[in-house]
């Protein structure tokens, strides 16, 4: 039988594990009725002939002679996987809206879904898939000699990941340090392809056109913070080390903070910017900032600040978005932010949760804006779109022609 959610089990176990008392007739069977739906409805639900049904409603077109399905989480990592889309034998399938078929009708799922002609998996949320029948699907591409490709993106659910890993032909991951955590856990089949930036437009005003658009003053430098406000991002750690700095620091700089809001409130975050002494501008958003409104907000920045306090490896979009205009970043030194700072020499760190260290970071940045030495053509290379999709395009052919040399692609990433 199906997996019952919560709200079934417990009126389930009230049902069965406590006496009703004597009632009439009439109530007893509407009771009787409630239970065989609670109960039975799963079974019918995910029957066979309903899967068929509800997978038929709705219908994926593949590609002709389709020989690769990208698997994806929808809307997660989409700015990625659209990347992808200029390969014609791939197709996408999202996840979110096959699961509830997938988790519950594997026979008649899993068997449309792959096919003799398909070659690769490739998935693109393995984080999430883990959660899933993933070891039945696993099985099922062994038995048809498909090639199963991961792509990981971050480590908040390390342990399941890795086990979910283990059964992959290849994981594609993010960064050298990415790279290393997954060998450190006893994985040896991973391949770097640096995470791109997906959002520049080249077609956006010029930055003083943009903070004239905005109301923010052209002789400050403008410090912004850019994407989801969520706890551990360090927007409150930001705004206690600016707090600290001297008002002669404070008055030459302007704070610009935009993003969707999840875990403060709009209020915590003013009272936090009005307590800083420094002149602002703050919008909350009640969805996800995309597209051009996102871009601006980077692209009017003089510094974009990445002051996390998560014990995390994980990267920043907004940190690779920033680069890719030449903006320079202030971020900690822990994990993958701090590595590709210091890697491509983009910006400056500070030692990881430390408020005093951000601090003077800060006042050394405005008192040597002028003579630091940002190199950002590198990485705007190694992070390019370009390079992302062409790389991928090229492991896919290789596999695909039975040319894929795991050696080749690893000595390459010791370059």
């Keep these: 039988m199906a997996e019952l959610d919560k709200v079934q089990l417990n009126i389930i176990k009230v049902l069965t594990k406590n006496k009703l008392p004597k009632l009439p007739i009439f109530i007893t069977n509407i009771i009787s009725i409630l239970y065989f739906f609670i109960v039975i409805k799963d ?40 990347l992808l889309m200029s390969n014609k034998s791939i197709s996408f399938i999202y996840y979110k809206s096959y699961r509830q078929i997938y988790d519950k009708s594997y026979p008649y799922f899993i ?32 038995a048809n000699g498909i090639f199963v490709i991961a792509s990981y993106h971050s480590f908040f659910y390390f342990e399941e990941s890795i086990e979910a890993l283990k059964y992959c032909d290849l994981i594609l991951c993010f960064s050298k340090l990415h790279k290393q955590q997954l060998i450190n856990a006893g994985l040896s089949n991973v391949v770097i392809n640096y995470l791109p930036s997906c959002f520049v437009n080249n077609n956006i005003d010029s930055k003083e056109t943009l903070k004239l658009k905005y109301g923010i003053p052209l002789n400050k430098i403008t410090i912004s913070m850019v994407g989801y406000i969520v706890k551990g991002k360090g927007y409150d ?45 703050f919008t909350a958003y009640q969805q996800k900032m995309e597209g051009k409104l996102y871009s601006e907000n980077i692209a009017l920045s003089d510094v974009l600040m990445i002051p996390y306090t998560r014990d995390s490896i994980n990267t920043s979009g907004p940190l690779m978005d920033a680069a890719s205009y030449n903006i320079p970043i202030i971020g900690t030194d822990n994990g993958d932010i701090g590595y590709t700072i210091k890697r491509w020499n983009i910006g400056v760190t500070f030692k990881h949760n430390d408020v005093n260290d951000l601090c003077l970071k800060i006042a050394e940045y405005i008192d040597n804006k002028d003579y630091y030495k940002f190199t950002f053509d590198k990485f705007k290379y190694d992070h390019s779109p370009e390079v992302f999709a062409l790389r991928h395009q090229r492991l896919y052919n290789d596999i695909l022609n039975n040319k894929f040399n795991l050696k080749n692609y690893l000595q390459e990433d010791e370059n």
């Design 111 to 142: 068997n449309n879904f792959l096919n003799n002609q398909i070659k690769i998996l490739h998935i693109g949320t393995i984080e999430l898939f883990f959660q899933s029948n993933f070891q039945i699907l696993i099985k099922k591409c062994r």
């Design 237 to 281: 750690f930001f705004l206690e080390s600016v707090q600290k700095l001297s008002k002669s620091y404070k008055d030459q700089i302007f704070i610009n903070i935009a993003g969707q809001i999840k875990d403060y409130t709009s209020e915590y975050i003013e009272d936090l910017l009005i307590q800083s002494g420094v002149e602002y501008r």
């Design 43 to 82: 079974i019918f639900k995910y029957n066979y002939l309903i899967a068929r049904y509800q997978y038929k409603k709705k219908i994926h077109q593949f590609k002709k002679d389709t020989q690769l399905i990208y698997l994806e989480y929808e809307n997660v990592h989409y700015e990625y996987s659209e």
